[in-house]
């Protein structure tokens, strides 16, 4: 059976679901145990994405895709069940992160370019095989009252274009992922210098885009939201969503599966309200939903904390996570359902 890129990506944002990012590189992960002081083993990594890919009701009812790192794909249940079954099974889409991360960009101090497009095309094909129906690549962007430069944009900008065209050749849908670091250095920028900034980076995503033939009802966006650095908090929920929004209907086609936002260093709570507010107080062209990787899983591992015995409780923390934000994803969130739970 040939699945059409664009079922596939209206899957991913469907209404009140929205995508969990379970794709950590093994030193991200390693940093993530270390916080509740479990050995990043083989088997513990599997033990943790096991536990959050079997939660119910969260699977089922609120998560629409899963993305993956290359050893998760690949890796099978304590019963052996391979990973990617349990995400089948729940109804969700399997994805995969595809780029070899952010490396300098030659010339630009401070910048970076989002590397590996070498070999993607066979490697897409494995993933295809392995299961996986959608992917990921990232695009970090600097922020300061000098940074970003026109060239780094460029780079990043016509690396996600390439990514994108490989993909959708390979009957993957492409997670387009341009991110303005909200908590790089020094993260003091305004919301304004970070509309600023999202502007011109979208604008020219969408050029590289159009110029590499991608379809845009066969992508789904994953940006950041225009908000302030971590240094320099002052935005409300209500500003953060209505300069988001308003960046986002000047530069995205509605023509564009859908938007899956980044959370980006804001807190749970945070992440939540801002999706909500976007969604509330707006008539939207797309779906407008979450990516959340951190946002949706710290509880989780806190509750967890590596222990088999905490396994319930594990689940638990995050089925609340995904359903507070798939309420979010509707418009319907309440600051009082967190403290309901």
Not at 12 to 32: C, F, H, Q, W, Y
Not at 137 to 160: F, Q
Request: hydrophobic residues 45%.
């Amino acid at each position: 059976m040939v699945e059409k890129l664009q079922d596939i990506a209206a899957a991913m944002v469907a209404r009140g679901k929205g995508i969990l990012a379970a794709d950590e590189s093994s030193g991200t992960i390693k940093k993530r145990f270390d916080t509740i002081g479990l050995t990043s083993t083989e088997d513990a990594r599997r033990d943790y994405r096991e536990m959050l890919f079997r939660a119910e009701p969260a699977m089922s009812q609120r998560i629409s895709g899963v993305i993956l790192y290359d050893e998760t794909l690949r890796q099978k249940a304590a019963d052996g069940t391979p990973l990617v079954e349990l995400i089948r099974n729940a109804g969700a889409v399997p994805g995969i992160k595809v780029d070899m991360g952010a490396k300098p960009l030659a010339g630009y101090p401070g910048e970076t370019v989002t590397e590996g497009l070498d070999g993607l095309r066979e490697r897409l094909a494995e993933y295809y095989e392995l299961g996986a129906r959608f992917a990921k690549w990232r695009g970090v962007i600097s922020i300061s009252n000098d940074l970003p430069t026109k060239g780094a944009i460029h780079a990043n900008a016509h690396a996600l274009a390439r990514y994108a065209a490989l993909c959708q050749e390979a009957g993957i849908v492409p997670i387009v992922e341009p991110e303005i670091l909200m908590d790089g250095t020094p993260g003091d920028h305004s919301i304004d210098r970070c509309y600023e900034v999202t502007d011109a980076v979208l604008k020219a995503v969408f050029a590289e885009l159009d110029l590499a033939r991608v379809a845009l009802d066969g992508m789904v966006l994953k940006p950041n939201m225009v908000i302030d650095g971590k240094n320099a908090r002052k935005a409300s929920v209500e500003e953060v969503a209505e300069k988001t929004v308003k960046c986002l209907k000047a530069n995205v086609p509605s023509d564009v599966a859908g938007i899956a936002f980044l959370s980006g260093g804001q807190s749970d709570e945070e992440a939540t309200a801002h999706l909500s507010a976007m969604n509330a107080a707006n008539d939207l062209p797309w779906p407008v939903t979450f990516s959340y990787g951190r946002a949706l899983q710290a509880a989780a591992l806190k509750a967890w904390g590596g222990r088999s015995e905490n396994v319930a409780a594990g689940q638990r923390a995050f089925s609340h996570r995904a359903e507070m934000n798939g309420l979010a994803a509707i418009g319907n969130w309440k600051r009082e359902l967190e403290t309901a739970a």
